[in-house]
């Protein structure tokens, strides 16, 4: 039997949302995906939407051309978001508001369109797309973190919410991969010359990590897992720096913080 589930998926263009978007249409999903600028209709059969998920009046708009063209929306895949780089001291209210606009809101906005139509048919799925540094937040993303780690407790409440309405929550927490992340980041306008070693010597870790990170296939086949799973869980870490998790709940407070420093290189 042919599969006619409809998905939607935010950040489509690249990454993690575009790897989703192909494997999902493989496996005989009807998939829209979501751009700023799309630059063509249909993309490897995943036809391409307009999205600016900082907006109310794009998220409606999205959502209502999907249902026109679908009928309805099976799934919705939360991945649209950016990296904000900077001190949180060099970081104005301005640009963390901005970032909390695309990176959290914007998920909110998509989740409150989409939700009328799953209550009334009674089943629908949402998975967002955290990140670990929501558990393990990193020096000189701490807004990123801090927006991620929102995302995840409105994760938790909402899949409270909503499953005596058939719709199943979900949240996937990427560690490191090889994506465009660092390319695309924001930075903070300001800087402060006191931070300035410590920052490159962190940002530079950082550029490490993702370059040797995990391929990312292994995260959109993590959603297509959670997707087919008749009863899915709440939370899915991907990625190697999962098994900190572990260590997080059993080391003392005190020498994890020391391993942290060691690692991003803060002392030098």
Not at 43 to 51: A, I, P, R, T
Not at 141 to 156: N, P
Request: glycine share 8%; charged share 25%; with cysteine.
């Amino acid at each position: 039997m042919p599969n006619d589930r409809v998905a939607l998926i935010t950040g489509a263009s690249s990454g993690f949302g575009n790897l989703t978007a192909l494997t999902l249409s493989k496996n005989g999903f009807r998939v829209f995906g979501t751009s700023r600028r799309p630059t063509t209709e249909n993309e490897n059969g995943v036809e391409m939407l307009q999205l600016d998920v900082s907006s109310d009046e794009s998220a409606r708009r999205c959502v209502s051309n999907a249902l026109q063209k679908a009928g309805r929306i099976d799934i919705l895949v939360n991945n649209a978001g950016q990296v904000l780089t900077g001190a949180l001291e060099e970081t104005s209210l301005d640009e963390a508001r901005t970032h909390f606009e695309t990176n959290f809101f914007g998920t909110v906005r998509m989740v409150n369109a989409i939700l009328p139509g799953m209550r009334k048919r009674r089943s629908g799925q949402i998975i967002n797309v955290a990140s670990m540094a929501a558990t393990f937040p990193m020096p000189f993303e701490g807004y990123y973190g801090a927006a991620k780690a929102a995302l995840m407790t409105y994760t938790e409440a909402l899949r409270l919410e909503v499953k005596n309405f058939g719709i199943r929550v979900s949240v996937i927490e990427p560690g490191f991969f090889k994506t465009n992340i660092t390319q695309n980041k924001t930075r903070a306008v300001s800087t402060i010359d006191d931070y300035e070693q410590v920052r490159k010597r962190v940002l530079g870790v950082l550029e490490e990590s993702v370059d040797g990170g995990d391929d990312p296939q292994k995260v959109a086949d993590t959603i297509v897992r959670i997707i087919e799973s008749p009863s899915p869980g709440l939370h899915y870490a991907v990625g190697k720096e999962k098994r900190y998790l572990l260590l997080k709940r059993i080391l003392p407070a005190s020498t994890l913080e020391a391993q942290i420093r060691k690692h991003w290189r803060l002392d030098g």
